[in-house]
């Protein structure tokens, strides 16, 4: 029996697949927002703050570096309603989403802060800044700019990575894709038309994300602003 | 009357590791050895050598490994016509997905050995295949080794993906039992902690290689 490809079904539920596509695309965003304000602050404590803390920080990002993404998921959805945290299939994609994403980025970014020359860090130690206003004003933005590239193809990789949440039943891309899969039988073409959508848009976050570094910090002149500041 | 988590289940997902570990080592021998003609066609001189390796790679690592997987599980379902159990369809998809990572990792490592390398062994009158062989592969093998093994790490992790399309690996014997045990909060953690325990020392050695490579080369971590 030869197999005979139809691309039309797929043509006809394309609405469909670009519902799921803008999950993708709000989850995405929404976990590199929350994710990355996790990471800043977990990046300060690794840094500056206590060290039973800083082992904390250390331990929690060896526990999401070194465990996968779908168990993670698992145990956000399934093991923690059992003691009484329950959460939505969504909830629990952009949580997990999130937690993962700091993980990563939290490393990402104490690379950069270590980046930043100690002399700059003695100089705000003596105009009498604290911690917190050190990292705040004189660590935070530098550190971001050289972290810029590492963090972009993070962000790329945690959007190829949301594919995953489908298996905790969140209704994107994936999600979308294996429900419609299942009622045509066209298993192959939906897959194929997925893919293809997968890429335009981790493409597309490539392209946009390097303009933002071009117009952010090889355009304009941050440092001029950073003192004008 | 639903089972508990003791030792024979335990066992089980133990079992399933074994899975994990050899599903990872196929895909990374044979990405490994699909990769490093990546790498040289991504720096050979032949242009559309170049630019076909790069087209793959970044198809490879633009789209999700499960996109990839569902692809070789109904693509081999379509070219041979039957259902096919899964095991063919997850080797040959993580290990085009390990190639293509793997030729970026290594096309970085040779093309981070300066160009004079390959001059001085031009002066020499060695022949071009002789200079990549003898000069600069024995130096970009040194530097990529630590970013290999971050690789593996990945990797290993990334197996679990199979149990999506129901390939018994650690995470779907993980399933299996949380159905039979009804204890989620006990089996998913296990799970989670059999993988740290695999992938956590790699990651150790990884970080361990790159500051020795680091240091030999003069250059310090911690500026």
């Known amino acids: 029996m030869k197999y005979v490809f139809q691309f039309g079904i797929v043509w006809d539920h394309l609405p469909r697949l670009l519902d799921g596509a803008w999950l993708t695309l ?51 959805y399934f093991s923690l309603p059992a003691i009484g945290l329950r959460f939505e299939a969504n909830e629990a994609a952009l949580l997990g989403m999130s937690l993962n994403f700091s993980g990563y980025a939290t490393e990402i970014l104490r690379a950069g802060i270590e980046a930043v020359p100690r002399s700059q860090v003695e100089a705000g130690h003596s105009l009498g800044f604290t911690r917190l206003q050190i990292y705040r004003h004189i660590v935070v933005f530098p550190a971001l700019r050289t972290v810029y590239p590492a963090l972009a193809s993070q962000f790329v990789l945690l959007m190829l990575g949301s594919s995953l949440v489908a298996a905790i039943s969140a209704e994107e891309l994936t999600a979308i894709t ?52 | 009357m639903s089972r508990d988590f003791e030792w024979p289940e335990f066992l089980f997902l133990l079992g399933a590791l074994r899975w994990t570990v050899v599903l990872a080592i196929i895909a990374f021998v044979g990405g490994g050895i699909a990769g490093l003609l990546l790498a040289l066609a991504r720096t050979a001189a032949i242009a559309p050598l170049r630019w076909l390796a790069a087209g793959y790679i970044g198809v490879i690592q633009g789209t999700p490994v499960l996109m990839q997987l569902f692809l070789a599980y109904y693509g081999l379902a379509v070219l041979t016509g039957i259902r096919i159990d899964p095991w063919p369809a997850v080797t040959v998809a993580f290990t085009m997905y390990a190639a293509a990572f793997l030729g970026e990792i290594w096309r970085g490592s040779i093309q981070a050995i300066p160009r004079q390398q390959w001059e001085a062994g031009a002066a020499l009158a060695l022949s071009a295949p002789s200079q990549l062989r003898h000069v600069i592969l024995p130096q970009a093998f040194r530097i990529s080794i630590p970013p290999t093994v971050g690789f593996l790490v990945q990797l290993i992790k990334g197996t679990s993906i199979a149990s999506i399309i129901g390939f018994v690996e650690l995470a779907r014997a993980g399933q299996l039992i949380v159905n039979v045990t009804f204890q989620p909060m006990v089996v998913y953690p296990i799970v989670a902690a059999l993988y740290f325990a695999v992938c956590w020392p790699l990651s150790l050695l990884a970080l361990r290689l790159e500051r020795k490579i680091d240091a030999a080369l003069g250059l310090k971590r911690h500026p």
């Open chain 1, 26 to 76: 709000r989850l995405s965003a929404g976990a590199f927002v929350l994710g990355l304000t996790i990471a800043t602050a977990l990046a300060f404590i690794r840094n500056a703050g206590p060290a039973p803390l800083g082992a904390a920080v250390r331990t929690y990002v060896e526990f999401i570096r070194n465990t996968p993404f779908l168990i993670q998921l698992f145990i956000i």
């Open chain 1, 178 to 229: 294996n429900t419609l899969q299942s009622t045509t039988f066209r298993a192959f073409e939906f897959y194929f038309v997925a893919t293809g959508i997968y890429l335009a848009m981790s493409l597309g976050a490539r392209g946009l994300l390097d303009a933002i570094y071009w117009a952010v910090f090889v355009r304009g002149r941050p440092m001029d602003r950073a003192w004008a500041r």
